[in-house]
């Protein structure tokens, strides 16, 4: 473990200083690293991919306890420095470190054998992208624990309904089964953030239906909330091209063409895609 000591000398004799460019607060309380590294619950069997894993204090965590880590860090300086950090601290574990220099927002494939969990303290300002991103772009990732703003996790895990409920909450529902699994106060960052953060667990399963495409049942989302307050019939008329239409394919759907987006779960939302391509 890297005491807050160990990561501020760090990134002094590196130059580093955090930038909002890139959402950097680093973790610098090692309980709180152990803890995520824990409700991850990830063994020896998985490879685990680390978004923007900083001064290396989670990953350090993690490398103990899994096959292979493979860190995305964007920022040039910190992905230099997280190998010779690893080697530094941990050199019993440095051959299970693999760093890629990249924008998580922009990784297509990533070196060596597919992760099957992804675990990391995400940049508030991509952190919804970023996991759907990669719940997409990697169907071999079976569990996520990520630490977000406490607003976005809730969001996404936010139930139907609620009034946080929304497009994160429905997209990441399309792939997994989500669950806020903790709080954490912002007092563990350096520097330290003006909200809490939360931790989320997403545990993938099927998508509700296989007779319909993901992109169709994501264009149906987005347009009923981009009129939130509107009736389905009507935040949906553009998307299915008439409010008749949006009509008739929430009927027979067996939904009420009176209700609202956010009282829909995602599987509702595919059967209106459904319905509608019948």
């Given amino acids: ?20 460019q890139w959402g ?24 685990v991919v ?14 103990t306890r899994v096959r292979q880590v493979i860190a995305v860090e964007v920022d040039p300086t910190l992905a230099s420095a997280l190998p010779e950090t690893i080697a530094q601290v941990a050199p019993a574990y440095a051959e299970r470190l693999v760093t890629v220099h990249a924008d998580a927002l922009q990784v297509f494939d990533l070196p060596g054998e597919q992760p ?9 300002n991509v952190s919804v ?21 406490l607003e976005v996790a809730q969001r996404l895990a936010a139930a139907p309904g609620s009034k946080i409920y929304g497009v994160p909450s429905l997209k990441a529902a399309w792939y997994a089964d989500v669950r806020l699994v903790g709080t954490v106060p912002r007092t563990v960052f350096w520097p330290v953030p003006n909200v809490d953060s939360g931790l989320v667990r997403l545990e993938r399963r099927d998508p509700p239906r296989d007779d319909v495409d ?37 009927r027979a759907a067996g939904i009420d063409p009176r209700q609202r ?18």
């Fill in 214 to 250: 993901r992109k169709d049942v994501f264009a149906a989302v987005d347009a009923a909330f981009a009129q939130r307050r509107k009736t389905l019939r009507s935040s949906l008329a553009s998307w299915a091209g008439s409010p008749a239409a949006a009509e008739e394919a929430l």
């Fill in 24 to 47: 950097q607060n680093f973790v610098i309380d090692p309980n709180t690293v152990d803890r995520i590294a824990r409700l991850a619950e990830v063994g020896e069997d998985d490879v």
């Fill in 116 to 124: 099957t969990a992804l675990v990391a303290n995400l940049p508030y």
């Fill in 1 to 20: 473990m890297l005491s807050a000591r160990d990561l501020r000398t760090r990134a002094a004799d590196l130059g580093i200083r955090p930038t909002k």
């Fill in 129 to 149: 992208p970023v996991v759907l991103r990669f719940l997409e772009l990697f169907p071999s990732i079976r569990t996520i624990l990520v630490m977000v703003q």
């Fill in 50 to 63: 680390e978004i923007g894993p900083g001064l290396g204090s989670l990953t350090l965590a993690l490398l």
């Fill in 261 to 278: 987006g956010e009282q829909l779960t995602i599987g509702d939302f595919a059967a209106v895609v459904a319905a509608h391509r019948a």
